[in-house]
């Protein structure tokens, strides 16, 4: 299983940037796909996730992104995006996507995530 994300770069306060992770190996459409993000010296965060087959594509968010990130999946390229509007200095962080099976249902607990992307970095200038 290999998860590739890519699109972060260095962006001032208010931009938008798309992050994509392109995934190959596993039944993407079944499998709940998320995003996570690491700042120095921080814990890990969650900032999405978008269910599997199952789960219709319901989304769910971390509390710091919502109205801003939107999390969407092309079933048929094997990819999901994250989309970041109204970007902040502390949205500064290494983000990695990662994949999720199916039967788990606990969205925001990274230890349940059973592939991962090797992470992009996002900075935001102020």
């Known amino acids: 299983v290999q998860l590739q994300a890519s699109g972060g770069g260095l962006v001032q306060a208010g931009a938008s940037l798309r992050l994509s992770c392109a995934a190959s190996?596993?039944?993407?459409?079944?499998?709940?796909m998320g995003w996570f993000r690491q700042a120095p010296g921080k814990e890990r965060e969650f900032v999405a996730r978008?269910?599997?087959?199952?789960?219709?594509?319901?989304?769910y968010y971390g509390d710091s992104v919502k109205g801003r990130f939107t999390i969407s999946r092309d079933n048929a390229k094997n990819t999901v995006y994250l989309q970041m509007n109204s970007l902040k200095p502390e949205d500064t962080a290494v983000y990695y996507c990662?994949?999720?099976?199916?039967?788990?249902?606990?969205?925001?607990?990274?230890?349940?995530?059973?592939?991962w992307g090797q992470g992009t970095q996002v900075t935001v200038s102020s």
């Open positions: 190996g596993l039944a993407f459409s079944a499998f709940h």
């Open positions: 978008i269910s599997g087959r199952v789960g219709v594509g319901t989304t």
């Open positions: 990662a994949a999720q099976a199916p039967v788990f249902s606990d969205y925001a607990n990274d230890v349940k995530y059973n592939y």
